[in-house]
């Protein structure tokens, strides 16, 4: 399902140690929306003599509405009971976290494994995860890792680790990490083109641009894979 949060531009970014997504401008709050819920057929809420049933009943309550507010349309299949239901949106920070636990168990490899007591399967061992929106982190977890601000850099030329204040410093702050060498954004080539792409940063892409229906603020998602 869409997020319903307006956003900017959004930049993918893969290494062999890291994933990472940057979406500018994301909207504070989902945009409440009213739609037509469509209920049983006529016939089934309302008995001969006009009463509602227990299955009028049971709709009106499921969508949060009076009996005396459900109506029944003809369309091209007959006569059927709807409700109009008003839904107040969302927090981003609310509704973001959900999308990020999505994300994590829709990637496709060739090739996953288990690690340590956990179940949860991945092309690499885990090893820890950002998640930002503007300077607040989200309330997300997996595989027993709750995300910070917190990214590692190089292996070797680093030095250990950093908090990113805020999703526009997250380059600046690899680069300070000396992660921009093995583990350069892909942005980032000398000649500015995309070098090929590991199966998993094409299904970001893919699974956000189908989620992200997503002002002031970025979101960086970025989990942290173990060399």
């Not at 893969?14 to 909207?27: H, I, Q």
């Not at 945009?31 to 089934?44: F, L, M, N, Q, T």
């Not at 995309?194 to 970001?204: K, L, M, T, Y």
């Amino acid at each position: 399902t869409a997020l319903r949060l307006a956003h900017g531009e959004v930049r993918e970014y893969g290494t062999p140690r890291r994933l990472a997504v940057l979406v500018r401008e994301v909207a504070a709050a989902q945009p409440d929306e009213v739609k037509e819920v469509k209920g049983p057929p006529a016939s089934a809420a309302y008995d001969a003599a006009g009463n509602p049933t227990k299955a009028a009943q049971g709709f009106a309550l499921k969508c949060g509405v009076a009996l005396e507010a459900l109506r029944v349309v003809e369309d091209e299949k007959g006569r059927f009971v709807y409700a109009t239901v008003a839904e107040q949106g969302q927090a981003a920070a609310a509704v973001i976290p959900g999308l990020l636990a999505s994300l994590m168990t829709s990637f496709s490899f060739p090739e996953t494994l288990k690690w340590g007591a956990r179940e949860e399967r991945f092309c690499r061992p885990v090893r820890w995860l950002v998640a930002l929106l503007g300077e607040e982190v989200l309330d997300w977890e997996f595989a027993g890792l709750q995300a910070g601000r917190t990214t590692r850099g190089h292996r070797f030329l680093g030095a250990g680790r950093a908090d990113i204040p805020a999703p526009a410093a997250y380059l600046d702050t690899l680069r300070e990490l000396h992660a921009s060498r093995n583990d350069r954004p892909v942005a980032e080539t000398k000649d500015g083109s995309w070098p090929p792409r590991a199966p998993s940063v094409d299904a970001a892409r893919g699974r956000l641009a189908s989620m992200f229906s997503i002002t002031d603020t970025m979101v960086r998602i970025a989990s942290g894979i173990s060399a």
